[in-house]
């Protein structure tokens, strides 16, 4: 028979309020077990938990039921302080009694009633619990970053100066991210590529980081601190340790008609290329679908001119296998399509553009050199029109556009707006706003220096049609706080659209088990006090993956997941969850349900030799949990046909004798 | 055209407001004030009121003025703001249910068989006249 | 093919170039126009009210009829594709349809099953515009065709579903496939004036007239619509720019109608 004490906490009034407190624990003494029944203020405080631990010491409790708040409060604070005094911490469980109780009840005498019974099942469950104890694993001491933008480098690079060995998977051919398709960053207007392109070096240089670029994941299995990682390194048909990046193949190849994805389809590219400048690895990528001897079998002329013999068309992709102890995601972001958006003319005029478009526009090493031109015709636009919110703070399961507001929009369209004013005097820029939205350092700022001194038309209204007229593009707009309908002859309109995660988010976060909102961004642990971890133990979370952010919170994130991510590489063992399940061998048939059902790949199967009752033998298959990869669901005890499954600490009989002390 | 100094039959303007939003099935709080669907209003320059101002006017219980302005026979039912809106919001709703509010009280038809030979001539299709008693008449 | 037809008021009067050529070019092209008996007037516009039953009528009975034939219900009149469509997507809603149906009386209640087309989304969808080509005898080669939409065919684009409501594409794959070229302009899905020509006959006119010198300065020889109201109002409109229906170019091109514009 267990010795248990009972605790019932007033929580100040949050419980003693509505729950007569002294009453549940004189009910809950008369319970079978129960030698020792309590309630004091404050259970949590350090008195409350010295108070526990004196009671277990003098009345020899081998079981507590402490009645109080939810389980994810303080269960953990709870165990502890019965550990510290010598109880097996799965000896003590929890009563809710104030967020499924108190909180809900009005009536002093229902609260009260309600209150015991959930004491009096709390106290049935632990008559029947038996100390339970963790595993440990080992952890493998390398991190697996996903996506090479800032996000990503920066993660990867707080990890490494940390001390462990870290991988950056990158699927274009550089690292780099949309941080390398900026021009200049809000609010201070220094040039990306300046600020960027140390780092990637640095990440290049650093002797922990390995970039495998123009890769993919491919597999992850595995569980925190023990993933298996399957990569797929696409084949670039050239050798990347070969390659000097010279770039004299790219300048002999005949194919230059390729949209420059770099510059969002604004310029043209060879077929073999290498993105920019001061891309990291600086090598060559032959582009399959144009290149004409991959296509065809003709040409091979950038093989003829490579001095070093780096060009190799009978690449394959190759797959290698890795082992990692945390996986970090930052697969970042892309501007919406903006086909569904046609009131705006994108599809029907060159001179109607992305914002990231833009970016290129202006930029020195983009398609007109840093000229601002029109794409139609090239000339210099003399009026600007910008539109915000395109796409943005739509109406919820819209078919267009999405339901939430992309942060980033409003600062670089005032950096934007800025910027042609400072280096075109006479062009006039107006910007259509529905709300400016400036939060952060020195940002409110910013957008009023645009306003101030540069001179930027901020009219408070949406933009309702643009028609191409004339080589004109006639906008017709709201000007709300005037009351009127404006027409505005525009050289170039600008939307600034929506941001969205990046395709490849979905299937990385099913790979990942990894849980997701319904607009595809990663969900946090808790969105307040655990920002950058997944719920999935061992992935953590950096960039614009978890939700639309700025270079600043970027790169703040980035490195709140690089120490998440070092605090859990730092430990040699990992304790396993302790609640667990177990298969009874005696009771299994073998039939896989579990096996189905688990998400955690914890189940295994193995031929297990049994002796009769006529003393022959019989081998059987039978199911067998790996303690160290079950997360404890318990899907597989309830899908178990013969009752050979069970979870430790949630074992049937004492979910049964819950049920039974609940309906007494 | 209907008499434009006709004295119209208001309802009763404790109930308006919330008849307006039922017989609509439009939630004027859904607006977010971007002023889209006015941006895009083929009518705002023959607009007294104009399409952000019925759905702002509805909700904040302003209904009067709307009852009795020209704005309501303006309105082309193009569907456009429908169509913009961000926010699924649905102005034009509004204006055709202010005008049924207005037009369901006795006498009140902005349209009347008198009125059809102001404008009536021989290539007029039929379906301008159906459209017009429909709209203007109840 | 026999597909039920719902020629509307205009139709029968006013537009009777609309009706004929509809039914003749179908023929041509496989598909027989079975009208609809004892038909009523859509009412020209739908009401968007939720309490608005009466005027809902004549389309439910329109669906209803074709839906008992097996046959999907065809219009060729903007604003009746309009109203029986919207009509169509209102009846989705159970409280509304419910109402409809005790109007109606058990017999004639109908349970929102039918499907209407425009005869343009059944030349594209069910005929295909390569089924078009094979009968044009007498290509419009070099004829400039600014193809009007209005509004009608194509908003509410969340209940219409004709075409991509900012960039239609319809009516001008039907004139390419005519042999003509179509004429792109800004005004081509702005309202025309409408209804409201009997109320504002100098705004409807105006708006008219921008619809007009888009399309004339945009090189168009002609407007083809698919709506009399349309129809009505651009020719109102001062300008010189002719305006003829969608079905009778198709004639035209098919041999059935002797061109008039052809010089």
Known sequence: ?664 | MADENKELKMPDMNYAKDEIIRISGVNPRKCMRCGKCSATCPAYDEMEYHPHQFVYMVETGEIEPLLKSKSLYKCLSCFACIDRCPRGVEPEKLVEAVRLTVERQQGNDHFTPDSLAEFYDDDMPQQAIVSAFRKYRK | MTVSYFPGCTLKNKAVDLDKYARQTAEKLGVTFEELDEWQCCGGVFTESTDEIATKLSSVRALKKAEDLGNILVTVCSACHNVIKQTNYQMSDEDFASKVNNYLGSEEAYDGQAVEKHYLELLRDDIGFDSVKKQVVNPLKGKKIACYYGCLLLRPSKVMKTDDPENPSIMEDLVKSLGAEPVYYAARNECCGGYVVADSPEFSKRRAKDICDGAEKAGADMIVTACPLCMYNLKKSGSDIPVVYFTEVMAEAFGIKEGENNG
């Open chain 1, 1 to 664: 028979m267990q010795r248990i004490g009972v605790f019932v906490c007033h929580c100040g009034t949050n419980i003693a309020g509505t729950v007569d407190v002294s009453q549940v624990a004189e009910a809950l003494s008369h319970e079978p077990g129960v030698v020792y029944s309590k309630d004091y203020t404050y259970m949590c405080s350090a008195t409350g938990q010295g108070m526990l631990k004196d009671a277990i010491r003098d009345y020899n409790l081998t079981g507590v039921v402490i009645c109080s708040c939810s389980p994810r409060m303080h269960e953990n604070t709870f165990r502890k302080a019965a550990e510290q005094a010598g109880l097996n911490p799965f000896m003590l469980e929890i009563a809710n009694i104030r967020e499924q109780c108190s909180w809900v009840h009005k009536d002093m005498a229902i609260g009260t009633a309600k209150a015991i019974v959930l004491g009096r099942a709390a106290v049935a469950k632990v008559n029947l619990n038996a100390p339970l104890t963790s595993g440990e694993t080992a952890v493998t001491k390398r991190a697996l970053v996903i996506g090479g933008g800032i996000a990503g480098i920066q993660t990867a690079l707080d990890i490494a100066d940390a001390g462990f060995p870290v991988d950056i998977v990158e699927k274009k051919p550089t690292i780099g991210g949309k941080m390398a398709q900026l021009d200049k960053t809000f609010p201070t207007l220094d040039c990306a590529a300046c600020i960027l392109t140390p780092k990637m070096v640095e990440a290049q240089q650093n002797e922990n980081i390995t970039i495998y670029s123009y890769s993919e994941v491919e597999d992850v299995k595995g569980f925190v601190g023990n993933f298996d990682v399957k990569i797929r390194r696409k084949a670039r048909y050239v050798d990347e340790t070969k390659c000097t990046g010279c770039g004299l193949c790219t300048e002999k190849c005949p194919m230059k008609k390729v949209p420059n994805e770099f510059n969002l389809g604004m310029d043209s590219r060879h077929a073999v290329y290498i993105p920019f400048a001061q891309a990291v690895p600086k090598v060559a990528t032959i582009d399959p679908n144009y290149c004409l001897k991959l296509k065809s079998g003709k040409c091979g002329l950038c093989s003829k001119v490579c001095s070093v013999g780096a060009i190799d068309y009978t690449q394959k992709d190759e797959i290698i296998e890795e082992k990692y102890g945390a996986i970090v995601v930052a697969t970042g972001y892309n501007p919406i399509s903006l086909d569904k958006f046609d009131e705006f003319a994108y599809s029907k005029s060159k001179d109607v553009i992305s914002s990231l478009e833009l970016e290129r526009l202006m930029n020195a090493a983009g398609p007109t050199g840093g000229t601002l031109l029109r794409p139609s015709d090239g000339t210099h636009p003399h009026t600007v029109v910008f539109v915000q919110c395109v796409g943005s703070r739509c109406e919820a399961n819209a078919e267009k556009g999405k339901e939430y507001c992309s942060k980033i929009c409003c600062m670089y369209t005032a950096k934007h707006a800025m910027l042609i004013r400072d280096k075109y005097p006479d062009t006039d820029v107006y910007v259509f706003y529905i709300d400016v939205r400036t939060p952060g350092k020195n940002f409110d700022e910013f957008y009023r220096r645009a306003v101030e001194q540069y001179g930027v038309h901020y009219i408070k209204g949406m933009v309702g049609k643009v028609t191409p007229e004339d080589g004109k593009l006639k906008v017709q707009a709201s000007d709300l706080l005037d009351n009127r309908q404006l027409k505005i002859d525009a050289d170039m309109v600008v939307l600034a659209a929506a941001i969205e995660p990046d395709k490849s988010a979905r299937p990385l976060a099913t790979m990942l088990t990894a849980s997701m909102d319904t607009n595809d961004f990663f969900t946090e642990a808790h969105p307040k006090l655990r920002p950058v971890e997944s719920p999935t133990a061992g992935v953590f979370l950096s960039g614009v993956c978890q939700g639309p952010k700025d270079i600043p919170e970027t790169v703040a994130q980035a490195g709140a997941a690089a120490s998440k991510a070092i605090g859990l590489l730092c430990k040699d063992k990992l304790k396993n969850n302790a609640c667990v399940a177990e298969s009874n061998e005696m009771m299994c048939n073998g039939c896989s349900q579990c096996e189905k059902v688990c998400a955690y790949g914890a189940i295994t199967y193995v031929d297990k030799e049994f002796r009769m009752p006529d003393r022959t033998t019989q081998v059987r298959r039978v199911a067998s949990v790996n303690p160290a990869v079950c997360q404890g669901c318990g899907a597989c005890a309830s899908a178990c046909p013969s009752g050979a499954m069970d979870l430790k600490g949630f074992k049937n009989d004492q979910i049964l004798a819950e049920v039974d002390a609940l309906c007494r």
